[in-house]
């Protein structure tokens, strides 16, 4: 190599960063022996600071601009400077770069409940998740405290401290909060304020700041949201009462459309839809609304002959088989709601279709 070149090479040099990853907190600018020589131009772009390291020791911070390290008063030697040592300079300097954006989008949560009392439902688990982002402000004490002498520090490496941090204190700020269950939704931006006001002194010491932190969900155990669900439900249904009968009417309607007995089936759907109708007209307080009420269910009946049973029969058609002799008074029938078979002539509702009967008709003459 040509002298001239190898002293051009000596004189002139730059240092600076251009950092292509998402992800990198702290960079070593690497020279050969660590090596920075008196001249050099030193690059601090915005979002970024430049850590002066000689011999060990935290000698400057440099901010963002550009910078000529040729000062006597600052700790750089040139290795031109030191033709005994064979351009070698015994003073061993470092320059360390510290992104000073914001690492944004960083997940944390919750891997075990968190014990809190609530005053409505007593003892309660609960399971919280959010993002939040982190920012360097004092890049002399973030190298110092943090990262040493790591040439290239990433966000992985102190991420999950930091998500212990904020999980420890959010089950502190949770426990003592006092908020009902109910209510956390409505809440959740005082509970990161909360958060993050309680970390910010332990984090300062590692000269980072929590600039967001978010609060995305705060979960119940599945059985305790089953039972706000089945509670909801009796809200909107009104009172209990009025959902028991809500659920009993619509179970037997669900049996009524799954019967084996087709007639019977729609004869019991119809007899509940109409019943339900009737209890869901009522106001709130159980008075009447202004809507007439429904005509009344007519039975519908089987009757048994031979060891089979046949129907089902209105009362009209029962009424055209006593008429022409099919059915007696003997004849054996049940309808939905009967303490088992009957005779016709023992049921009420049916005897009237005997006694209506015309008489004989008169001997011929």
């Known amino acids: 190599m040509p002298i001239f070149d190898f002293l051009k090479g000596q004189f002139i040099d730059v240092i600076h960063w251009t950092d292509d990853t998402r992800d990198t907190m702290v960079w070593r600018f690497e020279r050969e022996g660590h090596e920075i020589k008196y001249g050099a131009k030193l690059t601090v772009r915005e979002g970024q600071a430049a850590v002066f390291v000689h011999e060990g020791q935290l000698a400057d911070v440099f901010t963002p601009g550009l910078y000529m390290l040729e000062t006597n008063n600052m700790p750089i030697m040139t290795s031109l400077q030191h033709w005994d040592h064979g351009f070698k300079s015994p003073f061993k300097s470092e320059i360390y770069f510290v992104n000073t954006t914001r690492f944004t989008n960083l997940k944390w949560g919750t891997k075990n409940p968190i014990m809190a009392r609530d005053p409505e439902f007593g003892p309660v688990r609960l399971r919280a998740f959010g993002t939040y982002s982190v920012r360097v402000v004092d890049p002399a004490k973030f190298l110092t405290e943090i990262v040493g002498t790591d040439g290239e520090f990433t966000m992985d490496e102190i991420s999950f401290q930091l998500r212990n941090i904020i999980v420890q204190e959010f089950s502190r700020a949770l426990a003592s ?189």
């Open 177 to 365: 909060s006092g908020i009902p269950v109910l209510d956390m939704a409505a809440n959740t931006r005082d509970l990161g304020n909360i958060i993050a006001e309680a970390i910010s002194p332990v984090i300062e010491s590692y000269g980072v700041t929590l600039p967001e932190l978010y609060i995305e969900n705060i979960s119940l155990p599945p059985a305790v949201e089953q039972a706000l669900d089945k509670r909801t439900s009796v809200g909107i249904a009104g009172d209990l009462n009025r959902f028991t009968q809500y659920s009993q009417a619509e179970a037997m309607t669900k049996a009524a459309e799954q019967g084996g007995d087709s007639g019977m089936g729609a004869g019991l759907g119809m007899g509940m839809g109409m019943a339900m109708a009737n209890q869901m007209s009522r106001g709130p307080w159980g008075g009447q609304s202004s809507a007439p009420p429904p005509p009344p269910v007519e039975h519908v009946w089987h009757i048994a002959e031979n060891g089979e049973t046949k129907g089902p029969y209105s009362k009209a058609d029962l009424g055209k088989m006593a008429a022409d002799g099919s059915l007696s008074r003997e004849t054996f029938v049940w309808t939905q709601g009967q303490d088992g078979w009957l005779k016709a002539e023992d049921v009420r509702e049916l005897a009237q279709l005997f006694t209506v009967m015309p008489p004989p008709p008169p001997p011929v003459s």
